[in-house]
């Protein structure tokens, strides 16, 4: 079975502070994409960032960056000088055969300022 | 391109009624995909095309639900015999495999009510 896992429910950083959300998963597929979604309320889902399974380093875009642990199973997500539009759910998911995307049930961050 | 649209954007329906929505992807994505979402959980995948091929549809979708991408174009979802335990935001999806595996882009969703 395909499942992603977030165990933080809600999660709360002060302006300019870093936080790590956190995110693992279950599978037997070997080659796979992990991603971190936001999705600010009453808007759609986008992408934060993305990670190839079979790349061993960590995915950066700006303020955001990965912790993947491959052997694990642990994909967390880390924002760096947390600002106010950051404030969203968080969603991590994986496309592990191929025919759909897994989510995991998310986490709402705060942003407090 | 703008993006993945999805029509309409709210919907209040009288249980049994029957209802459809349409989501029309990004333009060169040849995959699309339909998510239910309820309130503080996460997307639950309902079915997936690729091009105009149905290839799979979640268990949890009842007899009740149908999905159609003609031309391989744009798609609709219709809900049969509404119930309130349908009510929920409807997720359309698409991406593209001719690059390899990317992410998915969403639209912006249709909010179903059943009263």
């Known amino acids: 079975a395909q499942t992603v896992t977030q165990s933080q429910p809600e999660m709360s950083v002060q302006e300019a502070e870093t936080v790590t959300l956190s995110c693992t998963y279950d599978?037997?597929?070997?080659?796979?994409?992990l991603f971190w979604y936001k999705q600010p309320p009453s808007r759609q889902m986008i992408l934060v960032i993305r990670q190839e399974a079979y790349k061993q380093q960590n995915a950066t875009e700006n303020r955001f960056s990965v912790n993947f642990q491959k052997a694990a199973k642990s994909f967390s997500l880390k924002i760096s000088d947390s600002q106010l539009g950051d404030a969203a759910m968080y969603f991590c998911a994986s496309d592990f055969t191929g025919n759909q995307f897994y989510f995991g049930t998310g986490t709402s961050l705060t942003v407090i300022p | 391109d703008t993006g993945v649209s999805q029509d309409p954007r709210h919907k209040i329906t009288k249980r049994g009624q029957n209802v459809t929505f349409r989501c029309d992807p990004i333009s060169e994505h040849n995959r699309l995909y339909w998510y239910r979402q309820t309130l503080g959980q996460g997307p639950e995948f309902l079915t997936y095309?690729?091009?105009?091929?149905?290839?799979?549809k979640s268990r949890l979708l009842s007899d009740r639900f149908s999905a159609e991408r003609p031309k391989g174009s744009f798609s609709t979802l219709e809900i049969q015999r509404t119930e309130q335990g349908d009510s929920a935001m409807y997720l359309c999806a698409s991406s593209s495999i001719r690059v390899g595996n990317t992410e998915a882009f969403f639209g912006q969703g249709t909010r179903l009510t059943v009263v």
């Open positions: 599978t037997s597929e070997s080659d796979y994409y």
């Open positions: 095309f690729q091009n105009e091929a149905q290839l799979e």
